[in-house]
């Protein structure tokens, strides 16, 4: 049996967005939700470029562009998503886009409806810029973690997809690395023709 090579080394854009966190009035945690969960998802060798920004428009939209242009195939955000006024992570996101993927937004709200009804006040996006893709979590670190593996019964079983699940095939036809997940976390769907063989574990 022939050894898998190892998989590749990928870039990716961590920002947590609050203006208390970024400021010091309190500890920041999704930067640290953010970290661990791809850490544990992933097997690629993880590079992360991790930002604490306040909920600053032009300055989350110039934050997203520099970390595409610094090579990130993944950027993940959390905070600003709700209706408050100072949430405007979305506009900022979607200021800087190429092409607007509204699947993962309606998935984020139908897997957060499971447990909360106040769901549908989220306006998370994701967007694809040059050949990076951009999402926007939820700022709550059980919630992002909810978000990217979505619902398991007790058994185990998937009930409902979380988001990353489709993010590995979307990096590879944007022309980016290709994601390995481990399955006991996410596990990954490409069609047949798109897939590489698997590691054991």
């Not at 097997?43 to 470029?49: K, Y």
């Not at 499971?114 to 919630?143: D, E, H, M």
């Amino acid at each position: 049996m022939h050894e898998l090579p190892p998989a590749e080394p990928v870039k990716i854009g961590i920002v947590s967005i609050s203006d208390r966190a970024s400021s010091g009035v309190y500890e920041d945690k999704g930067l640290p939700a953010l970290q661990q969960w791809l850490s544990s998802a992933l097997h690629n060798p993880i590079t992360f470029e991790a930002r604490l920004i306040p909920d600053d428009q032009a300055g989350i939209s110039q934050t997203l562009v520099e970390l595409v242009d610094a090579g990130c195939s993944l950027v993940l955000t959390t905070g600003g998503t709700g209706p408050a006024l100072r949430d405007v992570t979305p506009e900022a996101t979607l200021a800087v886009a190429d092409k607007v993927m509204p699947g993962f937004g309606e998935q984020m709200r139908q897997i957060s409806l499971a447990f909360v009804p106040t769901a549908i006040l989220s306006r998370q996006v994701a967007v694809i810029r040059g050949s990076s893709l951009i999402i926007n979590l939820p700022g709550q670190p059980k919630a992002i973690a909810e978000t990217l593996e979505g619902l398991k019964a007790a058994d185990g079983q998937q009930q409902v997809h979380g988001i990353f699940a489709a993010v590995p095939y979307c990096v590879d036809l944007i022309g980016g690395p290709y994601l390995e997940t481990r399955d006991a976390v996410c596990k990954a769907f490409r069609p047949k023709t798109a897939q590489r063989p698997m590691r054991s574990c």
